[in-house]
Structure formats: structure tokens, C-alpha cells
């Protein structure tokens, strides 16, 4: 199929001529801000020779960098950004690590616990994700402390001074413990929910947190690094939620991600995680929000040439393509942003999709519409229909047959109590053929009547191999390096 208006991100000759406009933008604002400062800007004061671009420099521990770098016009992470500005990862040695021999082995495990969450802790993790996969460094040597220090994928750097911070989700100030507690909850997908999330005081918490404060080691506090947070589409970059293309997206997809991450999203054994279905993070992720993985892909994807998508608008449809998918439902996600409602990108909440008008997740919406899967079944690219434009406008008010409940796949453990079905549409129909033994009602706040078994159920029913994908993926960085590198 074609749909005549596809982009190939990765055309080689536009990624040169691309780079080459890039150094020249770059060169002109370095000059231009040079001029402005009269000679004697943040740059030349460090380097001598007046070239911005070369800042941050290395992680000597003194050494800082205005924090009006990304306002003076310096881009946050883009096309040209790897080889203009010198990331310097620290080495884990005996010069790096704390003197202390406790500090030090809390350090060490902090950094694998990073690199292997779901081997490592594997009673905390609920799918088959390690905090690597998102924060980097995977590939990188682990041995010498790499994680969460790679500039292309949330580098973890410098972000301790930060804490504690207010977080408008929870609507409280949290420290950093708590903040990687949430991690657990919701990256990870925790087993049983919050009951999976490793306890305050536990050993693999301050581990992590002595990671953290090993990787800010420098960091002025209070400071914020320019590559700290993800620069999400804004203005006129931002896609209104409704007018997102995931069917354009499903085509992108297939051109630029699948071969890593499989036709079906669920990525390959040891190598390439998944991003969607029962081994994925949950429906209260950061993640799973439109615009902070439109921009994770932006930054950081396809893995190995990130910073080749050009378009804001690819990137939102992709990842509105991958989060119109079933995950896993976090029971307490319906709390989140209480007072303050959820933001539009929020397009697993239920709120969020009730304010914009819809009746489900409108991403889900648009794919069952035009036909293409929202499960785990492999995407063809004879399901993308031809007419993909279509996909461009809200399309509230036509209705989709079968089941929509993305947001279906529950907890481990015994979830019985307290699992709130997000549903809101009367006649939706629950899909038995894949749901095994759930009873779930879809009229208004039905609870769903599940247990242990149902999680299980689904895995295999969507994957016909539940069992045996437990242990995929545990060892995904460590393996990756042999493997694929
Ligand atoms: C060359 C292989 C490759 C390609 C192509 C690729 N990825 Fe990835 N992706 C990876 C790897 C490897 C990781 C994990 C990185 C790590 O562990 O260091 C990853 C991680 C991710 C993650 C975060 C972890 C997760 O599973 O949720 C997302 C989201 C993601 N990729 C989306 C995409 C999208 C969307 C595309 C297409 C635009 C894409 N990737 C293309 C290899 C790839
Ligand atoms: C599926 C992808 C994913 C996984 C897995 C993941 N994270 Fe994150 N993490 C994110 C995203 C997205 C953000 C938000 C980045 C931003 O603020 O722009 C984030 C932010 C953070 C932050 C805050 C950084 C800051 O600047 O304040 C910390 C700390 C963190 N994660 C720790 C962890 C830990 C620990 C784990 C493993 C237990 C983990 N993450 C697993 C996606 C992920």
C-alpha cells in the first residue's frame, strides 16, 4: 500500500543536506551570540577559542554552563547536537566512586539495577523493561557505569538537584526516592500494583538513589542541565490531540521501527523491547502520554540514528500509533491529577477522553475505524487502508466495532477488590475470545472480577506463548551488546 504522502525519514540525502544547514545555523548563532556578548560569553571565558558548541565540556565537577544556554538559542538535542556538544560520560572507578566501601557497593548496585531491572529485581518489575531501555546506556560498558548517561536517551545526569520537586500528578512534593518508586509503578509496571514497589527504606531504592547522586556529582543544586526533561512538541509544533493520524503513524511504523521492534510491537528476545501489550509499561506512564513519547522518539528513536526524524507531525503520529495500543492498567490511574484534571496528551484517561469528546482512547479510536489492530497481532501493511488522510480529523461520533477497552490488561496478582473497568460507553462490547476468564461489564464503573490467572490468560491469548516470554527480555541491555553491536 501507499498512501502517496509518506515521509522516509531516513533518506540519506536529507539527513546530509540537513547537517550541513544544521553547522551553518549553529555557526551563525555561535557568531551572532558572540557578537552579542561582546567576546566574553560563557564559551570563550571556558575554552578560549569562543566556541559555545563545545559546552558543557566534561564532568570535571567544577565546571557549569549557563543555564540561559537553551534560551540564548542553543537547541535542545538536535540534528547536529552528537557531534557539536562534547557529553562526556563518567567513568565508574575508584576515582569517580565514593571513598566509603558501603557507599561505594551501593553505588555499584545501583548502576546494575539500572541496567538490568527486571533480572536484578525482578519481584518488583511487572513486565519486561529495565530502566535502561528508556534512560540509556545500555549499550554503552556497563562495567564502567554508563547508565543513564547516554545525551540520546533521558540522560539521568545532573537531575538529582532537582529533588525534591512538586509533581502536579500526585499533587504533593516528592524526593527522589519517591520519584524512582513511581518508576516502579508505572515504567515498570510494579506486580500486585503498588504492593510490588520496592519499600522507601529498601536497599534497591537508596541503591538507586546513590546512583543518581554518583551521576550528579558536579551538578551545581538547583541547576537544571540543558539536556534535562524531553522537549515535547509545542505551539506551533503541537498536533491537536484529535487531528493526531495514528493510521499515518501505523505506516511510519512499519517503515522505520518494526524491524527492531517487531510487526506486533513486542520487540525481539534480549534485544529490542517492547512497547505495547502485557510486557509493556502501564497506562499511567510517562510514556504512554502523546506528547512526552513523541518527543522520547524524536530525541531518541530509531535507536543507533536518533535525531533523523524531522517532522513533528511524524513523530506524533508514530507515537500515537504505539499508545493507541492495550497495556497494562495501573488501578489507581483514574486519581491521578485530580485537582488539576488530565492534560490533553493524557489520552488513557478516561477524563481526558471525555473532555475531548470521545468515547475511548481516541488514538484506539481511530485504528479500529480504519481496521488495524489494537492488540498484539502483527501489523501488514495491507490493513492501512489507502485513504489515510481520513485519519487526520476527530472522527468522535462514528462508531467502531468490537472492543475498545485499551486499558484491559490487569494487574498481577490478586486484583479482585479494587479494579475499576475504564469504561464509559453502555454498549461497548468485552471481547471474550482474548479476555479468558475476565467478567467484565461495561455499563458505567463496572469492577471487574479478576485474579491472577486473568493476567496470565491474556499474555498467552495475545501471544500464544505467555510462559515462555517471562524471562525475555531480563537481560535485554547485557545482551544486546553481544549480540547486536
Ligand atoms: C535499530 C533498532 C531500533 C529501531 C529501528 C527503533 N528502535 Fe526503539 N528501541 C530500540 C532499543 C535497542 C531500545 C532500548 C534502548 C536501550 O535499552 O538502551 C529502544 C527503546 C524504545 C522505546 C522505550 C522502551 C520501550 O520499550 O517502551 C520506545 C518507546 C521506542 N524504542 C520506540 C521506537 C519507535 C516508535 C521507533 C520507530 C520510530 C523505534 N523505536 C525504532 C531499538 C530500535
Ligand atoms: C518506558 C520508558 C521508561 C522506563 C522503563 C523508565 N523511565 Fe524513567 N522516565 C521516563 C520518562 C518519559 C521520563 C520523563 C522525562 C522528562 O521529564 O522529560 C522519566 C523520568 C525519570 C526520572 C526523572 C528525571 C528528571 O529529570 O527529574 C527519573 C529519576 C527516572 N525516570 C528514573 C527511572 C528509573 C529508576 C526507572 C526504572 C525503575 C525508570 N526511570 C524507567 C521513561 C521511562
Known amino acids: 500500500m501507499s498512501n502517496g504522502d509518506s515521509t522516509l525519514l531516513l533518506k540519506p540525502t536529507l539527513l546530509v543536506i540537513g547537517a550541513i544547514i544544521g553547522a551553518l545555523v549553529i555557526a551563525l548563532a555561535a557568531n551572532g551570540l558572540l557578537a552579542f556578548l561582546g567576546g566574553g560569553g560563557i564559551g570563550s571565558a571556558e575554552s578560549g577559542g569562543g566556541d559555545i558548541t563545545k559546552l558543557p565540556g566534561n564532568w570535571s565537577g567544577e565546571k ?47 548502576r546494575e539495577l539500572f541496567a538490568n531491572t527486571s533480572a536484578e529485581a525482578p519481584e518488583h518489575v511487572g513486565n519486561d523493561l529495565s530502566c535502561a531501555n528508556c534512560h540509556g546506556g545500555g549499550d554503552l560498558p556497563t562495567v564502567n557505569g554508563m547508565v543513564g548517561q547516554d545525551i540520546d536517551l533521558i540522560p539521568l545526569v545532573g537531575t538529582a538537584a532537582g529533588y525534591p520537586e512538586w509533581t502536579g500528578r500526585t499533587e504533593r512534593m516528592r524526593d527522589m526516592r519517591q520519584r524512582i518508586q513511581g518508576c516502579f509503578l508505572r515504567s515498570m509496571n510494579a506486580p500486585n500494583s503498588t504492593e510490588g514497589v520496592p519499600a522507601y527504606d529498601s536497599r534497591e531504592i537508596q541503591a538507586m538513589e546513590s546512583y543518581l547522586v554518583w551521576l550528579n556529582k558536579g551538578t551545581p543544586s538547583g541547576r537544571v542541565p540543558y539536556w534535562r526533561h524531553i522537549e515535547k512538541p509545542e505551539g506551533k509544533n503541537e498536533t491537536n490531540v484529535s487531528k493526531v493520524n495514528p493510521v499515518r503513524g501505523a505506516d511510519l511504523y512499519l517503515q522505520n521501527c518494526a524491524s527492531c521492534h517487531g510487526a506486533d510491537g513486542q520487540g525481539t528476545e534480549g534485544q529490542y523491547p517492547p512497547l505495547w501489550g502485557p510486557e509493556s509499561y502501564n497506562d499511567g506512564a510517562g510514556m504512554g502520554r502523546l506528547y512526552t513519547s513523541a518527543g522520547f522518539i524524536r530525541e531518541a528513536m530509531p535507536y543507533g540514528s536518533a535525531h533523523t526524524f524531522t517532522d513533528w507531525q511524524d513523530v506524533q503520529d508514530v507515537a500515537g500509533f504505539v499508545n493507541a495500543h492495550k497495556r497494562p492498567h495501573l488501578p489507581r490511574q483514574p486519581k491521578d491529577w485530580k485537582a488539576s484534571g488530565s492534560p490533553d496528551e493524557g489520552i488513557y484517561y478516561n477524563r481526558t477522553q471525555q473532555r475531548l469528546g470521545y468515547d475511548m482512547n481516541p488514538m484506539t479510536k481511530k485504528l479500529m475505524l480504519a481496521g488495524v489492530p489494537i492488540g498484539s ?36 496478582g490478586n486484583a479482585t477488590a479494587n479494579m475499576t473497568a475504564n469504561a464509559t460507553n453502555g454498549s461497548a462490547t468485552s471481547n471474550a475470545s482474548t479476555t ?50
Open 64 to 110: 557549569w554552563y549557563s543555564e540561559d544556554l537553551r534560551d540564548q538559542g542553543m537547541r535542545y538535542k538536535n540534528e547536529t547536537a552528537g557531534d557539536e556538544i562534547q557529553f562526556v560520560p563518567k567513568q565508574m572507578n575508584n576515582s569517580t566512586l565514593p571513598e566509603d566501601e558501603n557507599r561505594r557497593e551501593l553505588v555499584k548496585r545501583g
Open 436 to 485: 479468558g476468564t475476565a467478567n467484565t461489564t461495561t455499563d458505567g464503573n463496572a469492577s471487574s472480577n479478576a485474579t491472577a490467572a486473568i493476567r496470565d490468560t491474556m499474555a498467552s491469548a495475545m501471544n500464544g506463548d505467555g510462559a515462555e516470554r517471562e524471562s525475555r527480555g531480563r537481560v535485554a541491555s547485557e545482551t544486546r551488546r553481544a549480540t547486536a553491536t
Open 377 to 412: 497481532e502483527s501489523l501488514n501493511q495491507s490493513d492501512i487502508p489507502n485513504n489515510v488522510k481520513r485519519y487526520d480529523k476527530p472522527l468522535r461520533n462514528e462508531s467502531a466495532n468490537g472492543s475498545w477497552q485499551t486499558t484491559w490488561i490487569l494487574p498481577t
